[in-house]
């Protein structure tokens, strides 16, 4: 039988190992089983892209670039042949797809056979529950670093997908969390120490912690109509004073201006509606008729 490090929800050690499922883990690891399925998930993680131009997707070289006989050089057809500078690429990779598949229970066998490996080197540790009510980065590191995991690579499985868990481990780079189900050969290779919810094995799944009560959302307190005024530094103070007053001298320039413009425009109408005055006739000199 196969026991593990036990540890409550906090990080504290338990007293008593945790046995580990016989049926499941019974020691056995199958080295080649492993190295195929490493070698097929590596495999299907490749984009296939990759793409070089050959002769034919070259542009140019539509003519002998000189005649075939008479030049004493050796005959061309082409200078976008593979052997001339700026020709096609021969043999070169073109889009493919890399997906290679693999039986499910040789898939299963190398699974199993990566836990084994992580429990017989004393890498896998059982954790009471991860019941967390909301996302929290330093709980998650915390917890790591009381079971002596900091900055080491580790993968966190948890019963069921719990997002508060997995939001909790996504901003730490060397932590990997992940449903037990879900968890493949090779992420179990990657990994240096495996963390295992106990729910995982006996399938009940864990409450949220009672030490942990919800926090109620704290409204912000209303405010009153009337602010009281900030008092002004003396500089600021002096500077506005100075610009009000050069704004009410320019408002009373240009009123004056608008006036005299006004009483200039009255004059002149006044002076167009009144007739204009004829002038005194002369005194006739004497002796004229």
Known sequence: MIEAQY?????????????????????????????????????????????????????????KPWKQKGTGRARQG?????????????????????????????????????????????ALHVVERLAFRGPKTARLAGLLASLGLDGRKVLVLTTVANEAVYL???NLPTVEVMPYAEASAYDVLWSEAVVIEEGAFTGVVPEPLPDEPEEPIAKAPKRSAAKPAKAAKPAKAAKAAKKTEAKAAKKSATK????????????????????????AAKPKKKGSK
């Open 168 to 170: 909790s481990g996504r």
């Open 256 to 279: 004056a201006k608008a006036a005299k413009k006004s009483t200039a425009k009255a004059a002149k109408k006044a002076a167009k509606k009144s007739p204009a005055k004829k002038p």
């Open 7 to 63: 540890y409550t929800s906090a990080g504290a050690k338990r007293d008593s190992a945790f046995s580990l499922p016989e049926d499941y883990f019974d020691g056995t690891v199958n080295e080649p089983v492993l190295h195929q399925a490493v070698k097929v998930f590596l495999n299907n993680q490749r984009q296939g892209t990759a793409k070089t131009k050959t002769r034919s997707f070259v542009s140019g070289g539509n003519q």
């Open 78 to 122: 082409s200078t976008r042949a593979p052997h001339w500078r700026g020709g096609g690429i021969v043999f070169g990779p073109i889009p493919r797809d890399y997906r290679t598949d693999i039986p499910r229970k040789v898939k299963q066998l190398a699974r199993k056979s990566a836990l084994n490996a992580r429990a017989r080197e004393g």
